[in-house]
T-cell receptor
């Protein structure tokens, strides 16, 4: 079965700084990969997804992620963080079913 | 509007009192699933359904039941709730098992 690891439980960045959230997956083939964001008290919203093709995918709110097969990684990036980006971020792997990482909570300092 | 609707949003109940959390989607999705979210553990899958009358256990099915009699509905049943089932529950639907999931707003359940 597939699995997902998000090594960072909590990350704090200053507003305007760049951001990278890490995600590693375990699966025998290339799975479908997703990043979701959860704002406080809300459900999960899809940021971006990778199925195949270009390994750098663009998402909503200025986020992007890069699939690296050799590293089994799908890290999420944003060049300049805004205070409204403070939320919890989940990486997910879709294969036989959907598996989520434990999440990374992002705090943005003014 | 395409959506997944869960009810209730908040529920406080007592140990042993049977309850049902409803989930309905209007996107004609084949795949539906239930997750519970606990701090530090992310979302753990409770049950999923590939289609009508087809359900299967996820990672943490103990203490829960589901049914899928119609495509749009996927209720979660707690026959005898216990305090360790206090959690935030999400229902999700997607066209297939490995494609984008659409989530409900969540149900915060407290069992005392």
């Amino acid at each position: 079965a597939q699995s997902v690891t998000q090594p960072d439980i909590h990350i704090t960045v200053s507003e305007g700084a760049s951001l990278e959230l890490r995600c590693n997956y375990s699966y025998g083939a290339t799975p479908y990969l997703f990043w979701y964001v959860q704002s406080p008290g809300q459900g999960l919203q899809l940021l971006l997804k990778y199925f195949s093709g270009d390994t750098l995918v663009q998402g909503i709110k200025g986020f992007e992620a890069e699939f690296k097969r050799s590293q089994s990684s799908f890290n999420l990036r944003k060049p300049s963080v805004h205070w409204s980006d403070a939320a919890e971020y989940f990486c997910a792997v879709g294969a036989n079913d959907m598996r989520f990482g434990a999440g990374t909570r992002l705090t943005v300092k003014p | 509007e395409a959506q997944v609707t869960q009810n209730p949003r908040y529920l406080i109940t007592v140990t042993g009192k049977k309850l049902t959390v409803t989930c309905s989607q209007n996107m004609n999705h084949e795949y539906m699933s239930w997750y519970r979210q606990d701090p530090g553990l992310g979302l753990r899958q409770i049950y999923y359904s590939m289609n009508v009358e087809v359900t299967d256990k996820g990672d943490v099915p103990e203490g829960y039941k589901v049914s899928r009699k119609e495509k749009r509905n996927f209720p979660l049943i707690l026959e005898s709730p216990s305090p360790n089932q206090t959690s935030l529950y999400f229902c999700a639907s997607s066209p297939t098992a490995n494609t984008e999931a659409f989530f409900g707003q969540g149900t915060r359940l407290t069992v005392v």
